[in-house]
């Protein structure tokens, strides 16, 4: 498929950018801050040349020279790791603890910065707070970006318009993710943060609450 590239999200402080890569429509997307030009990718999954396009076409999005300091990996699965070895090239990543083994044996990149949950990522502006959300896999990590009274969740495939991510019919994985999704992000932040998934479209806390119960009592 022919990647398809937005941009998203132009907030205070930083913009974000979305492309969508290869025939499972997984999106990555691009954090840019408008004043130090500061980058930061999340999920280098397929397609790096069009990655590549992106951060060309995010030169606009800063009044400083663009520069990506940081690929922050939302989980192991290889569908969201799979140009991470041809974009980092030397520049840091992170992703969940749990997680790092998976990724450095799927890509052959090693994870420079573990992360467990409640850390913090500060890049020149650009501050992203890590939630563990653990089901889909035991280190999926969520990261929550605040800017001008914007909240954006990047949750990876933990998290969708319709549903918790898929945990292969194990009820122990389901209960654990449906329980961190409801404490960690339910319960923490408001009906109108953002929810910006590794696949498909974009939806909000609000539109999905109602929604919890159903999931529940469905299993999945």
């Known amino acids: 498929m022919t990647a398809e590239t937005s941009l998203i999200h132009e907030l205070p402080s ?4 979305r492309t969508v890569v290869s025939a499972m429509a997984n999106n990555v997307y691009l954090i840019t801050h408008r004043q130090s030009g500061a980058q930061v990718l999340i999920d280098a999954a397929d397609d790096a040349p ?8 995010s030169a606009a999005d800063s009044a400083a020279t ?3 300091l940081l690929v922050a ?6 569908d969201h790791v799979r140009a991470l070895a041809g974009i980092a090239g030397g520049i840091p990543t992170a992703a969940g603890r749990e997680d790092a083994a998976g990724i450095e044996s799927e890509s052959g990149v090693a ?4 992360l467990e949950h409640g850390d913090v990522l500060e890049t020149d502006g650009i501050t992203l707070h890590a939630v563990n959300l653990r089901g889909h896999t035991a280190g999926s990590i969520a990261y929550i970006l605040a800017d001008g009274g ?3 969740i990047f949750s990876g495939d933990s998290l969708f318009p319709g549903g918790v991510g898929n945990t292969e019919s194990d009820p122990r994985r389901f209960a654990s993710l449906l329980a961190d999704v409801e404490e960690r992000l339910f319960g923490a932040y408001s009906d109108d943060a953002v929810v910006l998934p590794g696949h498909g479209d974009p939806t909000t806390l609000g539109a999905e609450r109602p929604s919890l119960p159903e999931w529940r009592e469905r299993g999945w």
């Open 111 to 114: 994870v420079s910065r573990q």
């Open 66 to 68: 663009a520069k990506l």
């Open 14 to 17: 930083v913009t974000v950018r």
């Open 50 to 57: 069009a990655i590549r396009r992106m951060l060309q076409d």
């Open 73 to 78: 990996t939302t989980h192991r699965h290889w």
């Open 150 to 152: 914007t909240t954006l």
